[in-house]
Each structure stands twice: as C-alpha cells, then as structure tokens.
Antibody, heavy 128, light 110 residues
C-alpha cells in the first residue's frame, strides 16, 4: 500500500526557516517524481514545486512565489522527500502536501502534473 | 486570481448530471492535458480524472472528463450525496514552467 507521511510543520516567525519531510513507502521511491502542493486556510490548491527521479536527471522546478526561498530534495536511500523553507512569509501559511507523480511501471513514463497519491498534509503557520 | 478559471460553486439534486467547467489558455490547457481532483472536507485531494478523460482505478464511471481547445469540463452523472466536495482542475503551464490549478468549485448536493 502506498503511503506518504509528512512531518515537520509548526509555528514559525516571519523570516524563519522550517524543513518538512515526507516519508514514502509501498512503492519504489527512487523511480518516482515527487511534488509539494500547498493549501492556505480556506483557499485552493497551489503547486509549490517538484523533483524528478535521478534517472530523469533529479532536477527541480518551483513556483514563482517560492523560487529562491524553498528547496526540494530527496534521499532515495531513506525513501524521503524534503522541503527546506527559508525566509518564510505570512503568506506561506498553509497545509503542505507531498504527492507522487503517476508513472507507468511498464514503460517508466512519468505523467507530469498527475498526482496519484497524496499525504495527509502538515500545517505550517508563519506568524509573529 | 487562478490561472485556470472555474465557477466557485455548483449544485444539483441526487441523480442529476452536473458539469464543472475549467477555462485556460494556449500555454496550459491548449497545449497540455487536464487533470481533475476531488477534495472531500478535511481530507487530502484525490485524483479523479487524468489526461483529459482517463479514470484511475477505483473511480466510478459516473465521473467523466473532456477537453476542447483551451477549456475542459468534468461531468458527474447520477449525483450522490457523497459527491459533495471541492473539485479542482489542473494542467502544466509552459509560460510559468509549472503546474497550475483552478480556483476550485464547491459542489453542493441539494
């Protein structure tokens, strides 16, 4: 059974830093592209960024509001995805979800933007 | 202001057919496939439709998707009370070099 479990959320002051983790199980983590999506309280979904599998280059892409402040990384030996958040702003307050990009296990093709499994989310509150 | 435009709300009675629209541009829907997610209250989103009209295993065939030009739509037939949720469309955007979501549509089953 595929499971994604986020941790590391909490209360942080503006300008502070926080690192989120997402522990994955039930699938071959190293083959998967992974993403972070956030949802501010009472608002819609917002894409944060993604990291491709090392086989596909391991590159990252970020949404404009977080580029230069957030860093996505992965440790395939620990089946864990990370989101390092620096210079946090009040508008970064949200539930942060990690998600797996759907891939065809027969062809190895990853479907960009198709998120077939999601974690339960972890709340990050940026407030003084 | 979301890049993809959805109506903020929709409603229907049990058994009815409801359609939710999603409007974009040439840099997103016009060039890429559209995916739809269902988010029940207090839960994580769930993939409902991918690649415009494909249903993941386990999603009832009451749910269907379509795309034409720079717009897409999600149709739910035989509406049930458990369909009451928020629905989001999503696509890749070449101009932003990232994924964009619609603002979401809150579906109420009357």
């Amino acid at each position: 059974e595929v499971q994604l479990v986020e941790s590391g959320g909490g209360l942080v002051k503006p300008g502070g830093s926080l690192r989120l983790s997402c522990a994955a199980s039930g699938f071959t983590f190293s083959n998967a592209w992974m993403s972070w999506v956030r949802q501010a309280p009472g608002k819609g979904l917002e894409w944060v960024g993604r990291i491709k599998s090392k086989t596909d280059g391991g590159t990252t892409d970020y949404a404009a509001p977080v580029k230069g402040r957030f860093t996505i990384s992965r440790d395939d030996s620990k089946n864990t995805l990370y989101l390092q958040m620096n210079s946090l702003k009040t508008e970064d307050t949200a539930v942060y979800y990690c998600s797996r990009t759907y891939y065809d296990i027969l062809t190895g093709y990853s479907y960009p933007g198709v998120y077939d499994y999601w974690g339960q989310g972890t709340l990050v509150t940026v407030s003084s | 202001q979301s890049v993809l435009t959805q109506p903020p709300s929709a409603s229907g009675t049990p058994g009815q057919r409801v359609t939710i629209s999603c409007s974009g541009s040439s840099s997103n829907i016009g060039s890429h496939t559209v995916n739809w997610y269902q988010q029940l209250p207090g839960t994580a989103p769930k993939l409902l439709i991918y690649s415009n009209n494909q249903r993941p295993s386990g999603v009832p065939d009451r749910f269907s998707g379509s795309k034409s030009g720079t717009s897409a739509s999600l149709a739910i037939s035989g509406l049930q009370s458990e369909d009451e949720a928020d629905y989001y469309c999503e696509a890749w955007d070449d101009s932003l070099n990232g994924v964009v979501f619609g603002g979401g549509t809150k579906l109420t089953v009357l």
